[in-house]
């Protein structure tokens, strides 16, 4: 099935702009940089050797160009975001079930591209997004994700509790974030091929979407604050995931 195509975007930072160029399918229009140092130097030569435009210029213009001052003198013009498809994501290789994010209306660029940035670095296999009610992978989220955007697969979806069905015909089991839970997450069997559900900054995952959670699980607070924002939550699981599959394969 043929990927979604997002409308043309600016990346812009060293890191997001390496690893997107390093990235084997990489759809870019242009590289517009603003200094000569080796890592600028890298990037011109990552760019050329997949004939992508070079455009020196200002720092000024790149800031322009990526809407922010925090661009480090590079910006990258892609001519889409390519979205995955749930398909994609099951048939990837290799196929050892490492755990999915499903994000129940996570509306913060910045909590979606912390969550990216996590699911890269902690074994996530993908990271699923509703095409409504959620923020959608902008420039902001690929800063934010710091090139995780790159090797960490998309998927938008219209139906997120047809999705996680989907899921668990595919043999995942489904796992809710809640500050409610029923079940510790350090006490959950977490070694499963696992679809974890984080919801919304403010309320949660939906209601709908919550029956068809096989589990909820939560995070036990031990200070005054008794809560943590979604990716960071998003975080402490999937730590706990891999914690779990370590000592496992031991």
């Keep these: 099935m043929k990927a979604t195509l997002e409308k043309q975007i600016w990346i812009s930072g ?18 517009v940089i603003a200094r000569s140092d080796p890592r600028g130097l ?7 050797a997949k004939s992508i435009q070079v455009t020196r210029s200002t720092r000024e213009r790149v800031g322009a160009l990526a809407g922010h001052p925090h661009h480090q003198g590079v910006a990258l013009k892609m001519e889409e ?4 498809t749930l398909e994609d994501i099951l ?9 999915l994010l499903l994000l129940d209306s996570i ?36 800063k934010t994700a710091a090139g995780a955007t790159a090797y960490v697969p998309v998927a938008r979806i219209t139906n997120a509790t047809r999705a996680l069905n989907e899921l668990k015909e595919a043999g995942y089991w489904i796992a809710g ?23 919304n900054e403010q309320k949660g995952i939906r209601p709908l979407v919550r029956s068809v959670c096989d ?28 914690r779990q599959r370590l000592n496992a394969r031991k």
């Excluded at 060293?14 to 590289?31: D, F, K, M, Q, W």
């Excluded at 975001?81 to 995955?84: E, I, L, T, V």
């Design 215 to 242: 589990m909820l699980v939560r995070i036990p607070a031990s200070g005054p604050i008794d809560s943590l924002n979604a990716a960071s939550a998003a975080t402490v699981v999937l730590a706990e995931v891999q």
């Design 107 to 142: 509306q913060d660029p910045h909590n979606l591209g912390a969550i990216l940035r996590s699911a890269c670095f902690l074994g996530g296999r993908g990271v699923i997004i509703p095409r409504d009610r959620s923020a959608r992978v902008s420039a902001a989220v690929i």
């Design 42 to 48: 890298e990037l011109e030569e990552l760019a050329r």
């Design 81 to 84: 975001f390519p979205y995955s």
């Design 91 to 99: 048939l990837r290789e290799p196929a050892d079930r490492d755990p």
């Design 177 to 199: 974030l809640e500050m409610e839970g029923s079940t510790v997450v350090y006490e959950a069997d977490l070694t499963v091929p696992l679809c974890l559900v984080v919801g």
């Design 14 to 31: 060293i890191n997001p702009v390496r690893e997107t160029l390093r990235a084997e399918n990489v759809r870019a229009g242009e590289l």
